[in-house]
């Protein structure tokens, strides 16, 4: 594949190379607007995105409030709105060869909330917001950064009626949802892949912040998928070789501003939230966004109730020193999702794909009375000081806390033989395995028993933006400690065998009574009981070599203490004893714009890093692994074409995977026999686009391909594709269409959906082939928004698609969900 790859990557950049000429003739006729943007105190609001409506032409202020830029002849406005901020609206006529002053414009905005979103700059076209402070920790708008991500905005959300970070990932092209969250302490939430590699939403604001449940989005501002490998700037605990998403959340600001809303749907949807500020004095601002969420399921069986709280506090105790203090609390009481898993491989059960099965896609095949508790408490404290203009300190303390008591109900597919080997009494004979034959599921669970896990993170950065001679330097110099505290236990319970559908059969009776009758019993548990520690130091300097010409240079340096994993009766574990391990991360990136800020080439090298801990070597000796990593070179082309009416990503990547763990024949010490010379490879092409050819239409388009496969593995996965990389080609599309200054203006209604290829969740020699079918999910929304209310109404799965996702197992999804909603700003 990677001819025609390469061949439609160079296509597209001649494509887009033909669009220049009009573009740079433009460019020549220009003159500049300055101005100073402050604050609702009359204090200087620094490093804020300003720009002119409907264009891609802006800047940010500096420290003292100023602004200016460069812009085409013409007449503009400059306006500054966004969620909680009055309206600011300039008008402005830029006059080419001239300057435009602009008188000072007051904002009604703390300088924290100012300083995390972008305020304007493309207020027209309203699903692009790419200058961030946390993908490279350094503050960078896209066109500056070398490495490709994408964002979700918190305006896209709103409009699609998504309330939740997994269903607003399908937004972000190269991502896809494997697992639905368990809500099991420990597990982070839901499951993805992403470039290859399974990955889950574990970051906050750039720093740790673990949820067990599905993520509320109440509390959003945007979302960042980032990626490739990142472990230089985030470390290795919370990234995988394929990326990251961090979610970025909502600030206080210094005026009062409350809005309620409520939402109701299919499937018993009721739902309230509330987004409440107030200034509690001169410089102190109090937000609270929170969410309570009811819900059944398109099953027979099914109920989830969850909660969300989101209070926060700014602190500006001088014109250097701030402070936010932030906590979030996700509290949830949910039925399991049906998980169905292999206990005889499909060779075994001779099935290649979900239609040679007989499942019953409404049926939950467990009664909704079981349900497990799930908790995460996670605060934050941040102090910004500024010790000049040009150099300033963040120092960040994360606390991350999760809890979980109760079953996981899951089902294992079983031949009609070993069905009757595990219904049988105890005594008669065993009868040879039968191919072919499928008509039974295995009833188990994996509950919880008051597992915690805890996780503590102190972080400081120092930002800096100075000149050598002609050249600039923009870094950050940081250090990190981690610390995390698992005292997970999970153990089983078996509940004999069902039918995998027969009518007459009371799948009901697979209910709390069983579940509560398999008492826990600690010598029967399986224990995830450890500690480690991470001390990292890391750096990276952005350099303005000219105007044009961007070079970027980063190292890590992680040193990774394992002090051991033990049962539960505190005895250490032979398996795995305590271990230390030092590893490094650099990272390279070059940009080059032929077009300043409007088109920018790029390339970059990327590492991540993970430390696989301990193995059993030939002669059953326990060696420690070595670290294994995952080196990314990727290239690529990014745009705000058009006055910033086309945006887009344009990127080809390769990742190679080494030091992969593979086993050999044989077993000792109760862990099978590895060697580490293993291999795997991962290489793709991603596209995404966000145009807004007129004002009143927005578009975003996504198309990502990914090739992975194991180089170098034992013979029965030799040059397979992992059954953890998903599907090799997805899709994603939106179109949003607003009605212009009419009576009816506010009006709109937008169509969408998602494509994902078929993926093989079972692919080997000994296990046979097993495919999840290929899907496309279309998506349709209507709403009607003015400045003090909002309704939305959506249709989700419109065509009411039965599909599944998973990894190693088959997981049903939702079908077609019709979701009203109306809130009212105070």
């Given at each position: ?225 980032i990626k490739g490998p990142s472990a230089t700037l985030f470390g ?196 040879p395995d039968s191919p072919g034959e499928a008509n039974y599921i ?385």
């Open positions: 594949m990677k001819k025609p790859i390469l061949s439609i990557s160079r296509s597209a950049l001649f494509a887009f190379l033909l669009f220049l000429t009009p573009v740079v003739v433009f460019a020549q006729s220009k003159g500049t607007i300055q101005g100073k943007v402050l604050t609702n105190g009359g204090k200087p609001a620094e490093n804020v995105s300003i720009g002119l409506e409907g264009t891609g032409y802006g800047t940010t202020t500096a420290d003292n409030g100023t602004f200016s830029f460069r812009a085409p002849a013409g007449s503009y406005t400059i306006i500054i709105s966004y969620v909680g901020v009055e309206r600011v609206e300039v008008p402005v006529t830029v006059t080419a060869g001239q300057v435009t002053n602009v008188q000072d414009i007051t904002v009604r905005a703390s300088q924290s909330q100012l300083t995390e979103v972008n305020v304007i700059a493309n207020r027209a076209n309203r699903f692009t917001r790419k200058i961030s402070t946390d993908v490279a920790k350094i503050p960078l708008n896209n066109l500056e950064n070398s490495q490709s991500y994408s964002v979700v905005t918190t305006e896209l959300l709103k409009e699609q009626n998504v309330f939740n970070v997994e269903d607003a990932l399908r937004n972000a092209p190269g991502i896809q949802k494997m697992w639905d969250a368990t809500n099991r302490a420990g597990d982070g939430g839901g499951y993805f892949t992403l470039r290859g590699f399974v990955t889950q939403t574990r970051l906050r604001n750039g720093i740790a912040g673990l949820v067990t449940s599905g993520i509320d989005a109440v509390n959003i501002d945007k979302i960042e998928v290795s605990t919370l990234t995988s070789f394929g990326g990251l998403v961090n979610r970025v959340t909502k600030k206080p600001y210094e005026t009062f501003g409350l809005e309620i809303g409520h939402t109701v749907g299919s499937y018993d949807l009721s739902r309230t939230t509330i987004d409440l500020n107030t200034p509690l004095g001169t410089n102190v601002a109090f937000r609270l966004n929170s969410a309570y969420n009811y819900e059944g399921s398109f099953q027979n069986y099914g109920k989830n109730r969850s909660f969300a709280l989101a209070p926060s506090l700014a602190i500006k105790a001088n014109d250097k020193l701030s402070f936010l203090l932030e906590s979030e609390i996700f509290i949830g009481r949910n039925s399991a999702k049906p998980f169905f898993f292999f206990y005889d491989t499909p060779k075994t059960l001779g099935v290649s794909k979900v239609s040679d099965l007989n499942i019953n896609y409404k049926n939950a095949y467990v009664n909704d009375d079981i349900k497990a508790f799930s908790r995460s408490a996670n605060y934050f404290a941040t102090m910004n000081y500024k010790f000049s203009d040009k150099l300033r300190s963040q120092t960040v303390f994360s606390a991350t806390n999760s809890y979980s008591n109760g079953p996981s109900p899951y089902f294992y597919l079983v031949s009609d033989s070993t069905a009757i080997k595990i219904a049988r009494k105890p005594g008669v004979a065993d009868l295995y009833n188990n669970d994996q509950s919880t028993y008051h597992s915690k896990f805890s996780a503590i993170e102190i972080q400081e950065n120092i930002n800096g933006d100075f000149n050598i001679g002609s050249t600039r330097h923009r870094f950050v110099v940081g250090l990190d400690f981690q610390h995390q505290n698992s005292n997970q236990i999970y153990y089983g319970g078996s509940y004999g065998i069902a039918p995998i559908n027969d009518p007459k059969y009371d799948y009901g009776s697979f209910n709390k009574i069983l579940t509560d009758a398999n008492l826990y019993n600690p010598a029967a548990a399986f224990p995830y009981i450890y500690k480690t520690n991470t001390y990292s130091a890391y750096a990276s300097d952005v350099v303005n070599i000219t105007d044009k010409l961007i070079a970027s240079v980063g190292l890590r340096v992680d040193r990774y203490e394992n002090k051991g994993s033990y049962n539960v009766d505190g005895t250490p574990q032979d398996s795995a004893p305590a271990f230390g391990q030092t590893a490094f991360s650099p990272k390279f990136g070059l940009v080059y714009q032929p077009i300043k800020e409007a088109l920018s080439f790029f390339a970059n090298y990327q590492n991540g890093f993970q430390n696989p801990g301990v193995y059993r070597d030939a002669q059953s000796q326990p060696v420690v692994a070595k670290v294994q990593n995952a080196n990314q070179i990727e290239g690529g082309v990014k745009m705000a074409l058009f006055n910033g009416k086309l945006n887009g990503t344009l990127s080809y990547y390769r990742i190679n995977l080494t030091n992969v763990l593979r086993t050999v024949q044989g077993s000792g010490g109760g862990l099978p026999i590895q060697v580490q010379d293993g291999t795997q490879s991962s290489k793709g092409f991603e596209a995404e686009i966000i145009a807004n050819p007129i004002s009143s239409v927005n578009i975003i388009a996504g198309f990502a391909y990914n090739d992975s496969k194991f180089t170098l593995a034992d013979a029965d996965v030799q040059g397979l594709r992992p059954n953890t990389a998903g599907s090799p080609y997805l899709a994603n599309f939106y179109a949003s269409y607003r009605l212009p200054s009419t009576v009816l203006k506010g009006l709109g209604a937008g169509f969408g959906g998602n494509y994902a290829s078929a993926n093989k969740i079972i692919n080997s020699v000994s296990q046979g082939t097993f495919e999840l079918p290929a899907y496309t999910i279309l998506n349709a929304n209507l709403f009607y928004e003015q400045p003090k209310y909002r309704f939305g109404f959506s249709v989700n799965n419109l065509a009411n698609k039965e599909y599944y996702t998973g990894y190693t197992t088959i997981n049903p999804q939702r079908l077609r969900q019709l979701v009203l909603s109306a809130s009212y700003k105070f």
